[in-house]
C-alpha cells in the first residue's frame, strides 16, 4: 500500500524517477548521446507504454522498428513521431506477438535488411476477462505476454550478441513485468495449466504471464554472462501507468473480489 501510495503522489523511488516523471526525462542522461544509427524494436508500441517509449528514443535519434498488428495506428505513429522528429527512421513490420508463424515471419524480415540490432523492449501486453486463444491453440494471454516475447527473443538474440561485439556498445534486452507477478501462488504456477487453463481467471493469467517473463529474464540472463556477451537483459515494473491494459485490470480485480 505505501508503495501505491507513493506512486500515486508521483514520489521519486531509487531510481530517482517517480509516475510523474516522463519518458524524455527517463532517457535523458542514458539514450544514444553518442553513437548514431542505434536501432531498438519495440513491441506493443502503438498505444500506452510503448508509444511514449518509442517517440522519446526516437526523438534521441534511434532507428524505431515495430512489429504491429495494426498498421493503421503504426502508421498514425509514425507521422506523430515524424512531426516531432522529421528525421527519423521508423520501420514497421505487420505483427501479431502472440503468433508463432508472425513472429518468425517478422523476424527473417528484420534480419534480412542487415540492420545492428542493439535494443529489443518487450512491451506488448493483453489483459483478458475471458478465456481466449490464439492461433497456435494457446491461452491468449500466455502466448502474447510471455510465449510470443520467449520465441522473439530466442531468434533474435544471436544478431544482438553479434551487434555489441561489432560495435563495442552493449546491447539491451528489457522485459516489461508487473509487480502483480507476486501474487502467483507457487503451487498454481504450471506451465500446462497456463497454455490449456480450466478454470480461467484473467487476473491470473496475468500475473503468470508477468512472473514467467522475470523467468525469462533470470535464465537468459544468466546464460548471456556465461558467455561473456555484451548484451544486458533485464525486467522492470513500469507503476501504475494509465493505459487500456492498467484499465481493464483494474475492472479484473475488481470483480474477481482481489481488492
Not at 2 to 7: A, D, I, M, P, V
Request: glycine share 8%.
Amino acid at each position: 500500500m505505501k508503495e501505491t501510495l507513493r506512486y500515486l503522489a508521483g514520489i521519486a523511488g531509487p531510481s530517482g524517477y517517480g509516475s510523474n516523471s516522463t519518458a524524455e526525462q527517463v532517457i535523458q542522461d542514458y539514450a544514444c548521446s553518442g553513437p548514431p544509427h542505434l536501432t531498438a524494436i519495440i513491441t506493443g508500441a502503438t498505444s500506452g507504454i510503448g508509444v511514449e517509449t518509442a517517440r522519446a528514443l526516437a526523438k534521441k535519434g534511434l532507428r524505431i522498428v515495430i512489429p504491429a498488428r495494426d498498421l493503421k495506428k503504426a502508421d498514425e505513429l509514425k507521422e506523430v513521431i515524424r512531426e516531432e522528429s522529421p528525421k527519423a527512421e521508423i520501420v514497421i513490420f505487420e505483427t501479431d506477438i502472440s503468433s508463432f508463424v508472425s513472429v518468425r515471419r517478422f523476424c527473417s524480415g528484420f534480419l534480412a535488411l542487415g540492420l545492428p540490432l542493439n535494443i529489443l523492449i518487450n512491451n506488448a501486453g493483453i489483459y483478458s476477462q475471458k478465456l481466449e486463444f490464439s492461433e497456435d491453440k494457446i491461452e491468449m494471454t500466455f502466448a502474447t505476454n510471455y510465449l510470443g516475447h520467449f520465441l522473439l527473443t530466442e531468434l533474435l538474440l544471436e544478431k544482438m550478441i553479434e551487434t555489441a561485439e561489432q560495435t563495442g556498445i552493449q546491447g539491451r534486452i528489457i522485459n516489461l513485468s508487473s509487480a502483480i507477478h507476486s501474487w502467483v501462488r507457487r503451487d498454481a504456477f504450471c506451465f500446462s495449466k497456463m497454455l490449456y487453463p480450466g478454470n480461467y481467471d484473467g487476473t491470473s493469467a496475468y500475473s503468470q504471464s508477468k512472473l514467467a517473463n522475470i523467468l525469462h529474464v533470470k535464465e537468459i540472463a544468466t546464460k548471456l554472462k556465461a558467455r561473456n556477451a555484451r548484451v544486458t537483459m533485464n525486467a522492470v515494473h513500469p507503476g501504475i501507468v494509465k493505459t487500456g491494459i492498467m484499465r481493464d485490470s483494474y475492472k479484473g480485480f475488481i470483480t474477481g473480489s482481489l481488492i
